[in-house]
Each structure stands twice: as structure tokens, then as C-alpha cells.
């Protein structure tokens, strides 16, 4: 007994001592703590990309590693990782310290005077890292690779970013066209010098001024705008062809140019410019498109346009589109903004506030969304094989979606305002009426009246669907027929949230995809995953079956983004979650035959899971 008593006080000492000697958990063991951010996966699969950042305050961390989990690179204060589109290079940014970015801001250090960001370029196959210094801007293509576009931040008079006396570069000297206009400098509103590499022999071309630039997404092309440098370059609109390796001016003129877009092949562009000189307080923007075709991009819409609305403008604010087969434009139109009398002087002119109880926003509300209502502009589309233009949203269809990527003929249109009043009391879910819109003649037709939920296009476009949180059920209307179906009905199962505890309509677990040719929508209960038919011809499927009674909730997890639809022979990736020990698991499921497997066991949170595009 005494020797059992000595041994339990020796423990209980040893205990109290370690414990003693154990670190407080203090703030600074929090600043130690990181998250993962930015993650890359390889398209080929062969390599990944991310960075650690800590919770608090400190310099992050990159990695580059290969597919067995060996560190190709390790960069500090690296972060932003993007790897190009053959899989062959890392594009990332290395940002100064902390710390000492801190002490010059409170040794009152000017901004242009603070140290900038790198770029890196590391290259997968040579193992080697290319640092290019005082980087304001850079971007990549996003479906084809070779070439990275960047902007310098402008170096300093008199001196080099080494310190040394400023030399002319050899390269500027051959690339530079003309001399700059005298006194001319880089700057937000003049631009700054745009270069162009080549990522495999590092070879560049640089372009002066440049205030805008984009990359076509699949075409091999870059648009950009520039200032203009002097009579040998204009300012204007240009758009570089890299397999041409060719300059080619789309539109020459002094003017302010924005939002350039490009169709998804790269054969059309379109952007905004105001080429009016004087100072008038509406500035008459125009819609420019341009096209391989022409010698000059071309006018297409613009105030006075007999198809926009009379006394309504072209909106600065609304980033053109194209739809995803190029036949259709889409931009935004607006009514003429109210401009304030110049005339007056400030203390002439009469500010007041004025609200009335029969306002459908309240006034605090209305003074939260000012500056949301100064730029909000509504949808139009220009039918790109003959310019024609249609206008389709408006002051009372406030929102417009096109269906199918932008390539259907129809879209889905949104009217919130006889209902604001009843915000303020019954709060989100809003109810709104829905339309659909004819894009050739922009007829519309209303097909849902007072609607407490948030409809949507199927991937096809040939219906539309919505959970109504009144009825606590899912509904579908067939665009073609005109035909409303209630598609469930909680009889089997419950889909809307169970476990809702609060005075509101329960909310629904939403909608995992539609199936191929929008035959079959596919929605969560709290557990599984159902097969329904959109107009109830065939009787709704449990494809995950097992959920509800192991107590597993089973969730698609969409590993590639530019999925629309889940095909018959799909195999899926789930997560599962189950209740009874709160444990997470990833699933294989073969849409073909509805069998689940297990891929992974433990005491795991999955998130973020990505996959390579081109292997398995």
C-alpha cells in the first residue's frame, strides 16, 4: 500500500512538473498558427502549388511540389500561386516583409517609396526561379500557355532598382517606338509599360502607356489600350496576335477606353470608349466591336440608338460579354444619370433629405444602396451576326440571366419592386415576379407572380426550377410546353431543413446538378441524394440510398469548374458526413449503377478538393 501511494505521488509530481514547464498559449503561439491558401493543382496532375499564411501577422510561405509529395521549391513572403496551362511553370508574387514594410509606413515613408512586389516565374522542368523586380501588375492565359503579360512600376529618375546610376536599357532602346512625348510620364491615367514574355526563351517585347490589357481565353491574342507614345504609335485599342507575332491596331484615336472583352475563341472583341473631348457632364459612351474583319473596330451601340431607350446611355459599368458559341453581346444600358447644376454655388445649392412612408426601400437603406443605384445599369444584347440590338432589362425587369452559357434564344428576368415594402418586415427570401425574355424580339412574358424563392435556368435552358420556401417544396417550369410542376412533396422525405429552429420558413439543402440534356435534376434531402424528373413522369430515385439510415449526409463535390451537367457514366466524388461520431469521409459514385465506395477513412475535414483537368 505504501509503495502503491509512493508511486502515485511520484506520478502526480511528475505530472504538475511537466505541466508547469509547458509554454502559455499566448497571442504569439497564435501568430505561429497557419492555413493553407491558394492551392494549384497541375492539369497533367503532376504538380502542386500553394502557400501558408499565418493566422496573424507574418510574412506567407510558397511550395511547389511534385505528385508524390517532394518539395520542388520552398519561397518565402511567396503567395499567389497560378500554374500555366501546359503544366510546365509556377507564376507567383513575392511581396516585402512585414515587418519592414511597417516601420517605413511609420518612419512616414511615401507610398511610391515603399519596396514592391516581385514576380516569379519557376520554371517545372529546368528547376530554376526567375525573379523580375517592382512588379505592378502581371497576368497569364487561361486555356493556352507560353507567354505572360506584365507592367513594371515606374522606375525612378536617376537610379536603378540596384542602386546605381539609371542606364538606358538595350532593350527599351529596341523595342521603344519613337520617343516619348515630352513630359509625358507613367502614371494611372496615362499608363505604363506593358511587356510581353515568352516564358521558354525569355524573350520580350514592351509596349509604352498601356492602361488596360487582356488575354483572349483560348485564342492566341492580347488586347490592350495605350496612351500613345508619339505619331509612329497612337493612342488607341491594339491587339497582339503571338502566332502571327503581329501588332494590330483594332481602333486609333484619342479617347478614354474600357472594359475590353474578349468571346471565348478569341476571334471578337468588344469594348467602351468616350471619345468626346469637351467636358460635358453625361459622357456619351459607345459600345465598339471589333472582329479579324475589320480594319477598325466598329460602333455598334450608343445613346440615341433607336433600339435602347429614349434618353438612356451606354453604361460604363457593366462589363460587355459574349455568350460562349460568340453569337450574342451582352452589355448594359442605363437611364441618362441626373447631373447637379455647375452653375450654382455650393453654398446656392439646397441639400435635404426626403423620405415618405410609401417608399419601397426604407430611407437608411436607400442611403446604404446610393451608390449601388448611381451605377446600376440594365441588360442588352447585340446579335453579333448583324449587329442588331435588343434591349432587354428595365426599370421594372431589374435583372436578366440568359440561359445556356448566353446562347439560348431566351433569358430569365427578375422583378422585385411591387414587393419592397415587404422586406422590411418579412425579410430574405424577397418575392419577386419572374419573366422570360425573347432575345430576338425582347418580348416578355410573365410566367410566376409573387414567388418567395430564387429561381434558376437548368443548364440547357429548358426549364426553370426554384424551391419555394412558402409550400417547403421544389418546383419546375418546363419553358416550352408553359406547364408549372411541383416535383417534391415531403411525403417519402423531408426537403426542406429539418432541423430548423427559428420563426422563418425553413430553408431547402439546395441541389447537388442537372443531369445530361436537362433530363433529370438531382437534389439533397438531409442525407441522400435524389434523382427527380422535372415533370414527374418517372418516380424520384435515391441514388445514395444508405444515407438516412447509417445517418451519412452525402454532398457532390464539383471538381471541375466548368462542369454544367453530370453525365450517365459519371463517376462523382462525394463527401460524407456522419452524425454519429461527426467524422468525414470522401466517396467514389458511378452514376451508371449507383454503387458508392469509400476512398478514405479517418478523422478528416475535406475542403477545397481540386482535381487535375486532363488525368484522373
Not at 502549388?49 to 511547389?64: F, H
Not at 507614345?229 to 485599342?237: A, E, Q, R, Y
Not at 419573366?435 to 424580339?441: A, F, G, I, K, Q
Amino acid at each position: 500500500m505504501k509503495n502503491i501511494l509512493f508511486y502515485l505521488t511520484l506520478l502526480c509530481g511528475i505530472s504538475f512538473s511537466a505541466i508547469a514547464q509547458k509554454k502559455v498559449l499566448d497571442h504569439d503561439a497564435y501568430d505561429l498558427w497557419q492555413s493553407i491558401n491558394g492551392s494549384e493543382i497541375s492539369r497533367d496532375g503532376n504538380w502542386i502549388s500553394y502557400y501558408l499564411k499565418p493566422v496573424g501577422e507574418g510574412d506567407p510561405t510558397l511550395l511547389i511540389k511534385d505528385s508524390k509529395g517532394n518539395e520542388l521549391l520552398r519561397q518565402k513572403r511567396g503567395a499567389s500561386p497560378a500554374i500555366t496551362f501546359d503544366s510546365r511553370h509556377v507564376v507567383f508574387k513575392i511581396s516585402p516583409a512585414v515587418e519592414e514594410v511597417k516601420a517605413l509606413k511609420k518612419a512616414k515613408t511615401k507610398k511610391d517609396d515603399l519596396p514592391k512586389d516581385t514576380l516569379a516565374i519557376y520554371s517545372m522542368f529546368k528547376k530554376d526561379l526567375v525573379k523580375i523586380p517592382r512588379v505592378k501588375t502581371h497576368k497569364i492565359p487561361e486555356k493556352w500557355a507560353g507567354w505572360i503579360a506584365y507592367q513594371p512600376e515606374p522606375e525612378k529618375a536617376g537610379k536603378k532598382e540596384n542602386g546605381k546610376e539609371e542606364e538606358k536599357e538595350k532593350e527599351e532602346k529596341e523595342q521603344k517606338k519613337g520617343k516619348p512625348e515630352k513630359g509625358k510620364k507613367e502614371n494611372k491615367n496615362n499608363g505604363y509599360k506593358l511587356i510581353i514574355r515568352n516564358l521558354t526563351t525569355s524573350r520580350q517585347d514592351t509596349f509604352r502607356y498601356v492602361t488596360d490589357y487582356v488575354f483572349a481565353k483560348e485564342g492566341k491574342k492580347l488586347a490592350f489600350v495605350s496612351t500613345g507614345n508619339d505619331s509612329t504609335f497612337l493612342p488607341g485599342v491594339y491587339v497582339y496576335d503571338f502566332e502571327l507575332e503581329k501588332l494590330i491596331p483594332s481602333f486609333r484615336t484619342k479617347g478614354k477606353f474600357s472594359q475590353l472583352a474578349w468571346d471565348e475563341k478569341g476571334s471578337q472583341m468588344v469594348f467602351i470608349a468616350d471619345l468626346d473631348t469637351t467636358k460635358v457632364q453625361i459622357r456619351p459612351f459607345g459600345l465598339y466591336y471589333w472582329n479579324a474583319t475589320l480594319d477598325s473596330a466598329k460602333l455598334v451601340a450608343r445613346h440615341g440608338n433607336e433600339s435602347i431607350p429614349a434618353s438612356w446611355v451606354i453604361s460604363e459599368n457593366q462589363k460587355p460579354y459574349f455568350s460562349k458559341d460568340g453569337s450574342k453581346l451582352y452589355f448594359g444600358t442605363a437611364p441618362e444619370p441626373i447631373v447637379q447644376d455647375t452653375t450654382l454655388l455650393e453654398e446656392e445649392i439646397v441639400k435635404v433629405e426626403i423620405w415618405s412612408y410609401t417608399d419601397g426601400r426604407l430611407h437608411t437603406q436607400q442611403k446604404v444602396d446610393k451608390e449601388k443605384d448611381l451605377k446600376r445599369s440594365y441588360l442588352a444584347v447585340v446579335h453579333t451576326g448583324d449587329l442588331s440590338i435588343v434591349q432587354l432589362g428595365g426599370e421594372l425587369i431589374e435583372t436578366v440571366n440568359p440561359g445556356n452559357e448566353g446562347n439560348a434564344g431566351m433569358a430569365l428576368g427578375t422583378n422585385r419592386t411591387p414587393y419592397q415594402q415587404l422586406i422590411s418586415w418579412e425579410g430574405y427570401p424577397y418575392y419577386s415576379d419572374y419573366y422570360l425574355l425573347d432575345l430576338n424580339s425582347g418580348r416578355s412574358e410573365k410566367f410566376a407572380t409573387k414567388v418567395r424563392g430564387n429561381p434558376s435556368l437548368s443548364p440547357s435552358a429548358k426549364y426553370v426550377y426554384w424551391y419555394n420556401y412558402i409550400d417547403s417544396a421544389w418546383f419546375s417550369y418546363a419553358i416550352e410546353s408553359k406547364k408549372l410542376y411541383q416535383i417534391t412533396d415531403n411525403n417519402t422525405v423531408p426537403f426542406f431543413y429539418e432541423l430548423n429552429d427559428t420563426p422563418t420558413y425553413p430553408r431547402p439543402y439546395g441541389v447537388a446538378s442537372w443531369t445530361g440534356n436537362d433530363e433529370k435534376i438531382l437534389i439533397y434531402d438531409r442525407y441522400d441524394i435524389w434523382e427527380i424528373d422535372p415533370e414527374n413522369k418517372t418516380a424520384p430515385v435515391n441514388l445514395t440510398k444508405n444515407g438516412r439510415t447509417e445517418k451519412i449526409t452525402y454532398r457532390y463535390l464539383k471538381v471541375d469548374d466548368e462542369e454544367r451537367f453530370i453525365k450517365k457514366n459519371q463517376k462523382l466524388v462525394l463527401r460524407g458526413f456522419r452524425e454519429t461520431d461527426k467524422s468525414e469521409a470522401i466517396f467514389s459514385f458511378l452514376m451508371s449503377n449507383h454503387t458508392l465506395k469509400e476512398l478514405t477513412k479517418g478523422d478528416y475535414r475535406y475542403r477545397n478538393i481540386k482535381k487535375a483537368q486532363d488525368e484522373d
